[in-house]
């Protein structure tokens, strides 16, 4: 299996041990399926290579909520493997997707401790992420939010903004309501903080690209 590190990291933390890798079995699903239904036995977990992946859960009323979008290089269903035994929301394929499918079953059985070794380390990681995101929800005005977001987006964050931290320019990687949603906020509410952090200089909106004229004055507005 050739994917030992998660797409675009350089820390050790996401390289994947050869024990685990081996275990894992690719598979590509194209855009529209399903890949397990909500209350389906959780007998796998997966690390999406490429593509894109919606979570979503199904009322008792029949309405559908989008809980978690996933995207290359994240794992998702790794802690229901060893917390549940079915699956709280339904995995939908956004977009033509590459993952990699670990069994409930190989996985406890291996005995190389590196295979413990990294999911403690996802999970652990994974908690030091949700708590951020309680943060974000709990204690952040909607502007810093939207700042903190932007700023994750910059290519070089984690080694610096190109340009000593001072300009920057991408694409959006989806579209305003999606960002709402992940920020959880209204759409309306995104806009106008988009619209005024455009007029007060720190964001130049470009069609589907975003400009930061100064990210170290884009970085003033979080908290520390």
Known sequence: MP???KPGAG???DAI???LAALGRERTVAAGAILFQQGAP?????????????LRRISRSGDEVEVARISGGDWFGEAILFAASAFPAQAVVVRDSAIVEFRRSAV????????????LSLLARKCL??????EELTIMDA???LARFVVGLCPGHRSG????????????????????VELGMAPETLSRTLRQMEEEGYVRVKGARLEVPSCSRLQGLIAD
């Open 3 to 5: 994917l030992l590190r």
């Open 11 to 13: 820390g050790a933390e």
């Open 17 to 19: 041990p050869p024990a």
């Open 42 to 54: 959780a007998d796998s977990c997966y690390l999406l290579e490429k593509g894109e992946i919606a």
């Open 108 to 119: 406890l059985a291996a005995t190389d401790p590196s295979v413990c070794a990294f999911f």
């Open 129 to 134: 992420a949700l708590n951020r995101r309680i």
């Open 143 to 145: 502007r810093e939010r």
């Open 161 to 180: 903004c190109p340009g000593g931290k001072e300009e920057c320019s991408f694409p959006l990687p989806k579209k305003k309501r999606e960002i709402a």
